[in-house]
């Protein structure tokens, strides 16, 4: 039997390598699922807030060290967005699917909005870029990562076999 720390390291491993190898070979127009902020998104929904902004932390550093934004950015962005769902999840108890999905699509809207705001600062751009932004880039990445967090639900569905000792 694998711990779960372990088994929750080699999902965010797979995503991460999943994320810079395989998406962008399916992505469909401008739009690619996100697998980190998806595991993310299950991991806070499980722990809470402080493994949420935690782990958002790290993958958040560890995006901005291979990505070429704004060092920083990922990182405040991903903590911000883990603390939101471990927090969601500790004052709403309701864990039924459609109540999921609809969290993962606002989770993603407001990870990219936070995202885009740190880039209008930082390009001093206006404020309807990010709402074009938010409308013709945010909304297709989450209902596309919906779709595929789907296959986690289905995953979890699955009756698992009992173990006799």
Same mark, same amino acid.
Not at 30 to 52: E, R
Not at 53 to 73: H, K, N
């Given at each position: 039997?694998?711990? %779960?720390?372990?088994?929750?390291?080699?999902? &965010?491993? =797979? =995503?991460?390598?999943?994320?810079?190898?395989?998406?962008?070979?399916?992505?469909?127009?401008? #739009?690619?699922?996100?697998?980190?902020?998806?595991?993310?998104?299950?991991?806070?929904?499980?722990?809470?807030?402080?493994?949420?902004? &935690?782990?958002?932390?790290?993958?958040?550093?560890?995006? %901005?060290?291979?990505?070429?934004?704004?060092?920083?950015?990922? =990182?405040?962005?991903?903590?911000?967005?883990? =603390?939101?769902?471990?927090?969601?999840?500790?004052?709403?108890?309701?864990? %039924?699917?459609? *109540?999921?999905?609809?969290?993962?699509?606002?989770?993603?809207?407001?990870? %990219?909005?936070?995202?885009?705001?740190?880039? *209008?600062?930082?390009?001093?751009?206006?404020?309807?870029?990010?709402?074009?932004?938010?409308?013709?880039?945010?909304?297709?990445?989450?209902?596309?990562?919906?779709?595929? #967090?789907?296959?986690?639900?289905?995953?979890?569905?699955?009756?698992?076999?009992? *173990?006799?000792?």
């Amino acid at each position: 039997m694998i711990p %779960d720390p372990v088994k929750w390291l080699i999902a &965010f491993l =797979a =995503a991460l390598v999943l994320q810079t190898s395989f998406v962008p070979a399916i992505s469909l127009g401008n #739009a690619t699922p996100d697998l980190l902020l998806i595991v993310l998104f299950f991991f806070s929904l499980k722990y809470g807030v402080m493994p949420g902004i &935690f782990v958002g932390f790290f993958l958040g550093l560890g995006q %901005d060290l291979y990505s070429p934004s704004l060092l920083g950015q990922n =990182a405040l962005v991903k903590t911000l967005t883990g =603390a939101f769902i471990g927090l969601f999840n500790e004052r709403v108890m309701r864990t %039924d699917p459609l *109540v999921k999905t609809v969290l993962l699509i606002v989770v993603f809207i407001v990870h %990219d909005a936070l995202f885009m705001a740190v880039q *209008v600062l930082k390009l001093h751009d206006s404020l309807g870029s990010l709402f074009s932004g938010l409308f013709f880039r945010t909304l297709p990445r989450a209902l596309y990562s919906v779709a595929v #967090a789907a296959l986690f639900y289905l995953w979890e569905m699955i009756p698992k076999p009992s *173990v006799r000792k």
